[in-house]
Structures are given as structure tokens and as C-alpha cells.
């Protein structure tokens, strides 16, 4: 039986640890979210990178500066980048 | 043992920048400072280098002392200008450094722009501190 990639199949690689994402009042959407800590600056100073995996087409409208919740908490998108096949995307964070 | 002369100028020029508003001096802090902690200036000296003079008993110095202003903002080097103006005016108006220095000239500024969860600006400001001391003792001039 051939296996179809569809939302559906999609949502069980997030669903057991997702948070609930949303961009404006559009439709909420599910996405894992970490927050490594990196030193910057030459060891000056310590970014979150806030690491947001998702669906790509929950994000298609994510660009530099639109604004997202992830589990109730306000973020702002520095960068959508696709990965692998194109299915999921990581959006890079910055929290307000 | 008392403190050498550069020592002296280096804890009287945390002094005077410690009179800026609404950013933290730190003295050659080594840490890296997370978003809460900015805006912040350290200070630290870079080098020290010595030349004899006319006096056969005498060393004048020549002491590189960076001063680092870092903020986080969207536009860093727009945000750091209150405090790196701050910097020239806290000193300038010590050049002798308290009479522990013959005289103290800005040199360069550097700019250093970084992507960050909020960007970061780390605009670096050197001064070079000339001042006199003993050929054989670092803490008498």
C-alpha cells in the first residue's frame, strides 16, 4: 500500500509534542518548538534561537517580521527556511 | 602592594563611566551578557607598551583601553549612540585621568553587527592613555 504524505501523516511527526501555533487569526496549527542558546559577538553575547518546526504549508505566509503565538506567547518571524522534501519548515524566532 | 599606575587609570576611567545613565559598566567582563543585560559598556585594556624617554629613570606608556558598548536593538548602531557619545563625554572631560595620566586621546571605533534573537550591536571605542612611570617601579611616576 502506498503511503500518502498528507496533512494528516504530517501531524503525527508533531502532535506528541507540539505546542499550538497561530499567525494573526488565521487558522491554528501545530509546531515543536526549541530554544538552543548560542554565544555571539565573538563571546559578547547570548542569543535564544527559538526554533519553530512546522508544516510548510501552515507557514506560507511567514516572512521577516510577521507575527506568530506559539502556545499563547508572542513571537515575531526572523526567517522561514524549507527543509529536506519541502514538507516541514523551520521558522527562526525572535520573542517580543 | 599598591596599584600600578595603570591600574590606577584603568579603575579611574570605570569611575568616570560609571556616571552614564541607563547602561551597566562592567570592568573587563568576560561573560557573554544575555538580551536582559544590555545595554552595557565594558572597559578593558588591550595593550601597554612602554618607550624610554629623555630621562634615564623614566618609562612613558602608551596604554590601548577599549571601551565596548553593546546593545540589543533593531537598529544597533542607531540605539548606541546615546551611550557611545556618553563614553567620549565621560572621559574627554578627564583627559589627565585624574592626574594619573599625561594625556588620553580617542582613537578608532569599530562596528559589529550580528543576527541575533534581537540584534546585536557591539560598538568598540579605543583610547590611548599616555602616562609616566618609574623605570623600575610601575607604581611611582
Given amino acids: 500500500m502506498a503511503l500518502t504524505e498528507d496533512a494528516d501523516t504530517l501531524n503525527v511527526y508533531l502532535k506528541d509534542f507540539a505546542k499550538s501555533c497561530q499567525i494573526g ?26 526554533l519553530l518546526k512546522v508544516k510548510t504549508s501552515d ?8 507575527s506568530i503565538t506559539v502556545d499563547s506567547v508572542n513571537y515575531t518571524v526572523r526567517e522561514n527556511k524549507v527543509e529536506d522534501d519541502g514538507a516541514f519548515s523551520t521558522l527562526l524566532l525572535s520573542k517580543v | ?26 570592568r573587563s567582563r568576560v561573560e557573554p551578557l544575555a538580551r536582559g543585560e544590555a545595554p ?17 629613570d623614566k618609562l612613558d606608556w602608551s596604554m590601548r583601553v577599549r ?24 572621559l574627554m572631560a578627564d583627559q ?11 582613537d578608532r571605533t569599530d562596528f559589529s553587527l550580528v543576527e541575533a534573537d534581537v540584534p546585536l550591536g557591539i560598538i568598540s571605542q579605543d583610547f590611548i592613555v599616555r602616562y609616566r612611570t618609574s623605570r623600575s617601579d610601575l607604581t611611582a611616576a
Fill in chain 1, 25 to 50: 487569526g488565521g487558522t491554528a496549527f501545530l509546531g515543536t518548538l526549541s530554544t538552543p542558546a548560542e554565544i555571539i559577538g565573538g563571546g559578547l553575547g547570548i542569543s535564544i534561537e527559538y
Fill in chain 1, 59 to 66: 507557514v506560507t505566509s511567514a516572512v521577516r517580521g510577521t
Fill in chain 2, 1 to 26: 602592594m599598591a596599584d600600578t599606575r595603570r591600574e590606577l587609570i584603568l579603575a579611574r576611567m570605570k569611575t568616570n563611566l560609571d556616571a552614564i545613565t541607563n547602561a551597566t559598566v562592567y
Fill in chain 2, 40 to 56: 552595557a559598556i565594558i572597559i578593558e585594556p588591550i595593550d601597554d607598551n612602554p618607550t624610554d624617554t629623555n630621562f634615564f
Fill in chain 2, 67 to 90: 571601551i565596548s558598548t553593546i546593545v540589543r536593538a533593531a537598529i544597533p548602531d542607531d540605539d548606541s549612540d546615546t551611550y557611545t557619545q556618553q563614553v567620549h563625554l565621560r
Fill in chain 2, 96 to 106: 589627565t585621568v585624574n592626574s594619573y595620566a599625561l594625556d588620553l586621546t580617542p
